[in-house]
């Protein structure tokens, strides 16, 4: 069974005929501790206006976000979900040349590749410097230069829309705020749109670009609140943009996509002071549980920003395989493009649930042939995996 992204706890309850509740799902990386209370009550509250069409602006949510960043409330777009955006984005702005980082989020090159002729190349990441994005050689690459974007790339000019998720998606790996700066300099530079996908970036706020987009006509930060308060059921995402192509965008967004509960929820959310500072110091206490727990099972894993691992283990298919039949949901990251069937990203979740995954983690990795040809070590290494 192969799913395109996680969170289809669906398919795992059909198969194995278990009820949705008890399928411990690792492979969507949410906010353990779920909805924050103060939106399930504004949720129960709102829905006898459910017969009112919602607002098609979002102008309470938008003005909510912008008294949060900070920022101009007519640069924000909201979304059904940040992907909803990706999608306006390549649609609207008919890009012609559009550079992605792999691996990363799968959307940004499916979103590119609905557009006949568009040219969608890849910057692949190497896996023996754990992924890490290379700025210089990243800006480089975006001006046209020769360079290992792909096996089969010739040289081409400057492209003219990049991709960044960050912290990136699958790997966790965060860009500091003056790393992505100088990418968005480069951008301005090459007259190329830089879409920096920040869905993660609430577990380390202080990284966000997003007070940038107003300095600079050619930055875009798309946001997501289904991580951080666990909203993945309403889709609410937005985007902050350069006013000089707002208008452009909404002639082409569809209406009524974020719904009534949705900007309700979103509004609360930003609110509530409470679960943030909850949220960071249990993700904190849980990633140093997993982390030690890796190590002590000698785990090859890449230190993360974001509240997921990705992990490295040569007989992965088989753990994956044998987790799900035992009710557990982890992300198989073989259909990431630059990773192959080595690799599973797991999110971090309630402590009686990492429990419940280490100890079965614990069993099969107690099978595991030293001549694997895999080093345990606590982070990816370059060694070849089984196949």
């Given at each position: 069974?192969?799913?395109?992204h996680?969170?289809?706890?669906?398919?795992?309850?059909?198969?194995?005929?278990?009820?949705?509740?008890?399928?411990?799902?690792?492979?969507?990386?949410?906010n353990?501790?779920?909805?924050p209370?103060?939106?399930?009550?504004?949720?129960?509250?709102?829905?006898?206006?459910?017969?009112?069409?919602p607002?098609?602006d979002?102008?309470?949510?938008?003005?909510?976000?912008?008294k949060?960043?900070?920022?101009?409330?007519?640069?924000i777009?909201?979304g059904?979900?940040?992907?909803?955006?990706?999608?306006?984005?390549?649609?609207?702005?008919?890009?012609?040349?559009?550079?992605?980082?792999?691996?990363?989020?799968?959307?940004?090159?499916?979103?590119?590749?609905?557009?006949?002729?568009?040219?969608?190349?890849?910057?692949?990441?190497?896996?023996?410097?754990?992924f890490?994005?290379?700025?210089e050689?990243?800006?480089?690459a975006?001006?046209?230069k020769?360079?290992?974007?792909t096996?089969?790339?010739?040289?081409?000019?400057?492209?003219?829309?990049v991709?960044?998720?960050?912290?990136?998606?699958?790997?966790?790996?965060?860009?500091?705020?003056?790393?992505?700066?100088?990418?968005?300099?480069?951008?301005?530079?090459?007259i190329?749109?830089?879409?920096?996908?920040?869905?993660?970036?609430?577990?380390?706020?202080?990284?966000?670009?997003?007070?940038?987009?107003?300095?600079?006509?050619?930055?875009?930060?798309?946001?997501?609140?289904?991580?951080?308060?666990a909203?993945?059921?309403?889709?609410?995402?937005?985007?902050?943009?350069?006013l000089?192509?707002?208008?452009?965008?909404?002639?082409h967004?569809?209406?009524?996509?974020?719904?009534?509960?949705?900007?309700?929820?979103?509004?609360?959310?930003?609110?509530?002071?409470?679960?943030k500072?909850?949220?960071?110091?249990?993700?904190?206490e849980?990633?140093?549980?997993?982390?030690?727990?890796?190590?002590?099972?000698?785990?090859?894993?890449?230190?993360?920003?974001?509240?997921?691992?990705?992990?490295?283990?040569?007989?992965?298919?088989?753990?994956?395989?044998?987790?799900?039949?035992?009710?557990?949901?982890?992300?198989?990251?073989?259909?990431?493009?630059?990773?192959?069937?080595?690799?599973m990203?797991?999110?971090?979740?309630?402590?009686?649930?990492?429990e419940?995954?280490?100890?079965?983690?614990?069993?099969?990795?107690d099978?595991i042939?030293?001549?694997?040809?895999?080093?345990?070590?606590?982070?990816?290494?370059?060694?070849?995996?089984?196949?």
């Amino acid at each position: 069974m192969q799913e395109t992204h996680g969170g289809n706890i669906y398919i795992l309850s059909e198969k194995l005929h278990l009820n949705e509740k008890n399928i411990i799902d690792f492979s969507a990386s949410i906010n353990p501790l779920g909805v924050p209370e103060s939106v399930n009550s504004i949720i129960k509250d709102n829905i006898k206006y459910l017969y009112n069409y919602p607002d098609p602006d979002a102008k309470r949510l938008r003005l909510q976000i912008a008294k949060q960043h900070k920022i101009n409330p007519e640069s924000i777009i909201c979304g059904n979900g940040s992907t909803e955006l990706i999608y306006l984005v390549a649609s609207a702005l008919k890009p012609e040349r559009v550079l992605i980082p792999a691996p990363t989020f799968s959307e940004y090159e499916r979103a590119c590749k609905i557009r006949d002729g568009l040219r969608v190349m890849r910057y692949e990441l190497k896996r023996e410097k754990d992924f890490d994005l290379n700025i210089e050689e990243f800006i480089d690459a975006m001006s046209g230069k020769q360079l290992p974007i792909t096996r089969h790339a010739s040289r081409i000019t400057a492209f003219d829309m990049v991709f960044l998720c960050n912290p990136n998606n699958p790997t966790g790996l965060l860009l500091r705020k003056d790393s992505v700066l100088k990418i968005a300099e480069a951008a301005r530079d090459l007259i190329c749109t830089l879409v920096v996908d920040e869905a993660f970036i609430d577990f380390v706020p202080a990284e966000s670009v997003i007070k940038e987009v107003e300095k600079n006509p050619y930055l875009i930060v798309l946001r997501s609140l289904t991580k951080f308060y666990a909203l993945s059921g309403l889709r609410i995402g937005y985007g902050v943009f350069p006013l000089n192509i707002i208008e452009t965008l909404k002639k082409h967004k569809e209406p009524w996509t974020v719904n009534t509960l949705a900007q309700t929820a979103g509004i609360a959310a930003f609110k509530d002071i409470a679960f943030k500072k909850k949220t960071f110091r249990v993700i904190k206490e849980e990633k140093d549980f997993l982390e030690k727990e890796f190590k002590r099972l000698e785990l090859s894993y890449i230190p993360s920003e974001a509240n997921y691992y990705l992990l490295r283990l040569n007989n992965a298919k088989k753990i994956i395989s044998a987790l799900r039949n035992k009710g557990i949901l982890v992300r198989d990251c073989s259909n990431f493009k630059g990773l192959d069937n080595s690799y599973m990203r797991i999110a971090v979740r309630s402590r009686r649930e990492n429990e419940v995954l280490i100890k079965e983690l614990s069993k099969f990795l107690d099978v595991i042939p030293a001549k694997a040809g895999i080093q345990k070590t606590n982070k990816l290494d370059s060694a070849s995996s089984a196949e």
